[in-house]
Every structure is written in structure tokens, then in C-alpha cells.
């Protein structure tokens, strides 16, 4: 089985590496599709998203890192997936994914969204966070991969 699990990684937290561990012990194949969207105003450019996520799944044979615009059924239905991968953190989270869920299967009824719950440990860890917590320079080693610690003090440090 071929699945695809989208985001905006900006940047990729222990929680959704935790959500790909989870995935590729399901699928054959396993998608990581960063989204490009341009009105998110994002901290890391899509190069630098899928680089990072290229790094830290380098020894996982079984997952592929790839960039899409536009419509994720689009792009499932190019990429000969039927099951859509997302994670899912505290209630709040719920009802924007099964919106988004029921959204996709309206478009394309041939697709399914797997709605795997995180650890207890990353139930409140969004890049949202981490950025926050970067930039005013609290630790967050334990919420983000060596990769994405580097690459944020790079960025941060520029900005500074
Ligand atoms: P999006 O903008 O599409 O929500 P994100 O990168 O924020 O992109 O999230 C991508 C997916 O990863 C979503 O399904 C989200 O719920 C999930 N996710 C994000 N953080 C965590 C976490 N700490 N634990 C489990 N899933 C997570």
C-alpha cells in the first residue's frame, strides 16, 4: 500500500517523525509530501523542508520525500496512493482533520484518511512552537531532530 502523508513541516518536529516511524510500519511506501503553499508564509523555504526530511529519513528505505502545490487528491491520485496520513494531537486537532478528511473523500471517493494518534509525550508539539520557543531562545533540543536544530540556529542566528 502506497500513502501519502502531507504537511507543511516548517520545521519537521519529533512528532511528525514520530506519525512517519507509525506510517511506514503500515505501508509499503510511504509519501512525505510538503506542501508549497504560498500563502502560509513559511519559515524555511520547500527546498530546505524536503532537504531536512530527506535527512532525517535517509536510512528508511521505504519513505520518499516529495513537494506538492495545489490539491492533495491531485497529487494522491498522480502518486497511486488511496490513504492519506495524518496526525492527530489533542480534540482540537479533530475536527480540521475530519473536516479535511471528509473534504478529500467528497473530491475523490476512492481515498482514506488514516488518523494515527500521537505519543503522549508530542501530543502538544507543533513547528508552531518550536519556532516560538527558537526564537526566543529557549531549548528545544528534545522537540526537533539534530537536522532542524541546526538549520533553525542558521536561520535564527541570521535574523538576530
Ligand atoms: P499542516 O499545515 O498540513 O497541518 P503540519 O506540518 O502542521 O502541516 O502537520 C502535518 C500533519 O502532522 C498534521 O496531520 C498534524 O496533525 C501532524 N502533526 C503535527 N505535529 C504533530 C505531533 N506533535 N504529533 C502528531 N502529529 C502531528
Redesign the pocket.
Known sequence: MIAVY?????PT?M??I??INRASKIADKLIVAV?ANPSKDPLFSVDERVSQLMEITQDMPMVEIRHFEGLLVNFANEAGSKVII????AMT?FEY?FQMALTNRELNSQLETLLIP?SAK??F???SVVKQVAMFGGNYDKMVPPVVKRDLERKLGGIK
Do not use: A, Q, V
Request: hydrophobic share 25%; net charge negative.
Open positions: 502531507p504537511g507543511s513541516f516548517d518536529t512528532g511528525h514520530d506519525i506542501l495524518r496526525g492527530l494531537r486537532d482533520e500521537t508530542y501530543l508539539l507543533s513547528s
